[in-house]
């Protein structure tokens, strides 16, 4: 069978020397970053994107995954023993895991959220390798028309899963595509609001946006929140669940990774909306309601299986349309651009390796997580010792060589003070910067394909609706948006997010 | 009178016109085209009127619906840590990496009141040391160490 051709082709190239060390490397950068609050996966990619200038394109693809998967796994230790998530991801698992922890039940939190992830992560890893194919074959009969309505498709359902009030999730995604028209215009050469600095022809640039909004944003903001931090459980024994405890986690565990690789595979989804969704879900169906909050232990194994699942089949539509569904993955995108690879299906038959190589990597790495996680959890521990004071200058010098060395512009490093002062205000203003950051990167794709359809149609925006694919995705896209508008779904996307904050 | 009763509604509704209106104003430049052939300033100009349009919306429910008031702006971290990273472009093509990272960490250690100045001072050295070998040596990015 062609999978287990490709798996092999895969596996022979994930498992080769090199590839292994970037893989470890990756999963334990991401356990750390998982570990520390106040330091997330978006900024650590970016951070380390210019390091991966000159390593092979497989190696820095494994490497930069790793981070992403590993900070699911690390960012459950710091939610449960300390009461405080080390990811947005794991802000749920804090209300059931900590109470876990505070009734001497740690380890067990611990074993259930690693072992919940591994699973999630393995079946993640399958469905990437079995759907992916499938998917970019489709991809081959999209033309411009279908991509501007996928585009479309994906910024509205960034708007709908985006917090706070839908008008101005909407209103940040024109922001975003507005920004993203800075520069020259490929179609004519005209100059876009250049303003006369030489850095703009090529338009802003992509990280001193994002480590604005959101890296550097986040040091001023955990820097105006006192520190507090407390590990509770000293001590850990017996990292391993009882027969009582497994039998009642694995149900939430399946259910988790099922709802987390559906909304991972959703553009604008993601880790943070499968782990929120699936504690809502768990709490909702549990016979008893009442003891969540209180140490249910399918609180914490819905959500962490949920966001490492989540965090495997986001790769999808990147690796097989070329789009990036969230922040991370527009990194990744970066990533392959720098390369020279043009993100989509064609990656799939001109660099099987690639792509096979990323697929059994996930896997190998979901392997490596657990250990790194489990028996060497001491070690995590001892790091949340570390005082924020000593590490956000760290986190902000880091960034800040790492915009500089990409670019080598000094215009570059004041566009991210900009954007760190843009990105504090909207947080004042209740604006949550994601769908900006996402319209950002898909404006100049979107003017394009919107572009080149207007000439295919000779103006006629019915084009839009009159083929079958672009008009199911866009009916997904106003199916969704009804959906948001109901008052019942309302209620819940509310709750949602309540139960998180 | 008019009143504000949801200040963060009127602080997204004025970031949203201030961008909108500079797009409209400087977008008038490029030919507009039509929309079977679209010229450059399609659709900045589009957008830029949709951004307006937002703003008046969201001003409008600022001023009629109440909302929650905006959390109080601490000065201190933010004006140190942009005023670290202002300090970081400045400096690092004149002054170099070590000097500018041990000013940068220095100047930014200062946005928390739990600064301690002997803690600051050897993080700010120890790390000036570690970018320069990891960046420079290690990973041969071409930055100089102690400027042009």
């Known amino acids: 069978m062609d999978l287990f051709q490709n798996l092999y082709t895969g596996f022979a190239a994930a498992l080769s020397l090199q590839n292994l060390l970037f893989c470890l490397v990756g999963c334990l950068l991401g356990t750390l970053i998982g570990v520390l609050p106040g330091i997330g996966p978006v900024a650590t990619i970016a951070m380390l994107l210019p390091a991966t200038y000159g390593m092979p394109p497989l190696a820095s693809l494994i490497m930069l995954a790793g981070i992403y998967y590993g900070a699911q796994y690390g960012g459950s230790t710091t939610s449960i023993l300390v009461n405080m998530p080390g990811e947005v991801s794991s802000v749920v698992t804090c209300i059931d895991g900590y109470q876990m922890a505070r009734q001497g039940r740690a380890g067990a939190a611990l074993a259930v959220s690693a072992l919940g992830s591994l699973f999630a992560g393995c079946v993640g890893t399958l469905l990437v390798a079995a759907f992916a194919p499938a998917l970019g074959a489709m991809s081959e009969k999209f033309t411009s028309v279908e991509y501007f309505s996928l585009m479309a498709l994906g910024l509205t359902s960034a708007v709908v899963l985006a917090q706070g009030s839908l008008l101005k999730a909407f209103a940040m995604i024109f922001a975003g595509l507005l920004l993203g028209l800075v520069g020259t215009d490929v179609n004519t050469g005209t100059a876009r609001y250049v303003f006369g600095v030489s850095e703009l022809f090529d338009g802003i640039g992509f990280l001193p946006v994002v480590m604005g909004l959101f890296g550097i944003n986040e040091v001023i903001n955990n820097l105006e929140q006192p520190e507090d931090r407390q590990v509770v459980a000293a001590k850990i024994d017996r990292l391993w669940l009882t027969k009582e405890e497994f039998k009642q986690a694995w149900p939430a565990s399946v259910r988790g990774t099922l709802l987390g690789s559906v909304l991972g595979i959703l553009p604008g989804g993601g880790v943070v909306l499968a782990s929120f969704a699936s504690y809502v879900f768990e709490k909702r169906y549990a016979k008893d309601p009442s003891r969540f909050g209180k140490g249910a232990i399918e609180g914490v194994a819905g959500p962490e299986s949920a966001n490492n699942s989540a965090a495997q089949t986001s790769f999808i539509p990147l690796l097989t349309l070329g789009i990036p569904s969230n922040v991370v993955m527009a990194l990744m995108m970066g990533a392959l651009i720098i390369h020279g690879i043009t993100p989509g299906a064609a990656v799939m038959d001109k660099r099987p390796d690639l792509f096979w190589g990323l697929v059994a990597s996930m896997w190998i790495g979901n392997v490596m997580l657990v250990i790194i996680n489990l028996p060497m959890i001491g070690v995590w521990v001892k790091l949340l010792t570390v005082p924020y004071r000593v590490l956000f200058p760290c986190i902000l010098l880091f960034s800040l060589i790492g915009i500089f060395a990409v670019g080598s512009s000094t215009t570059d490093i004041l566009f991210t003070a900009l954007f760190a002062l843009v990105g504090y205000l909207l947080l004042k203003f209740g604006c949550e910067p994601g769908p900006l950051v996402l319209a950002f990167i898909l404006g100049p794709l979107m003017e394009e394909n919107l572009r080149r359809s207007m000439v295919l149609s000779r103006g006629d925006p019915m084009i839009f609706v009159a083929r079958p694919i672009s008009a199911f995705l866009l009916a997904c896209g106003v199916g969704l948006m009804a959906l948001v508008l109901l008052p019942q779904f309302k209620k819940t996307r509310e709750e949602a997010f309540v139960e998180g904050a | ?148």
Do not use: H
């Open chain 2, 1 to 148: 009178m008019i009143k504000i009763r949801s200040p963060r509604d009127i602080g997204t509704a004025a970031l949203l016109f201030l961008l909108g209106a500079i797009g409209l104003w400087f977008g008038q430049d490029y030919s507009f085209g039509t929309t079977a052939r679209m010229g450059p300033g399609y659709m900045p100009m589009a957008l830029s009127g949709g951004l307006v349009l937002f703003a008046l919306a969201i001003g409008f429910n600022g001023l009629t619906m109440d909302g929650p008031p905006i959390e109080a702006m601490k000065l201190r971290p933010i004006l140190l840590v942009l005023g670290a990273i202002i300090a970081f472009a400045l400096l690092i093509r004149p002054a170099g990496l070590l000097p500018t990272t041990f000013l940068v960490v220095l100047l930014c250690g200062f946005a928390t009141p739990d600064v301690r100045w002997k803690e600051a001072f050897i993080l700010a050295f120890a790390l000036a040391l570690f970018v320069v070998a990891v960046f420079v040596y290690g990973l041969n990015q071409t930055i100089s160490v102690f400027g042009e």
